[in-house]
């Protein structure tokens, strides 16, 4: 078996790092990262101010569709659904 050196929380970190935003769907559909929450606490061990707040899902939905195709259900109240974002403060 191959050792991998550089894997997928590594590719997100170098994301934020780069300054980017990230919410939980974006780093399961970006990076294959299901346990964002685990990413972020080895981003700020390692020392890094990591920033967050609440945006509401059809913001993030926007950004997202403009790399991938993502529908929802109609009945879905994505203009009242909040989630959080976070980034790499400088």
Request: net charge positive; no cysteine; aromatic share 10%.
């Amino acid at each position: 078996m191959k050792n991998i050196r550089f894997g997928k929380q590594d590719a997100l970190i170098d994301y934020l790092i780069d300054g980017n935003v990230i919410t939980g769907l974006e780093a399961l559909l970006l990076f294959g990262v299901h346990n964002l929450t685990a990413v972020i606490s080895k981003i700020r061990s390692k020392g890094y101010l990591l920033q967050r707040r609440q945006t509401y899902f059809v913001k993030v939905l926007i950004r997202v569709n403009k790399k991938f195709r993502v529908e929802v259900p109609d009945n879905l109240p994505i203009n009242e659904i909040e989630v959080s974002e976070y980034w790499i403060s400088k």
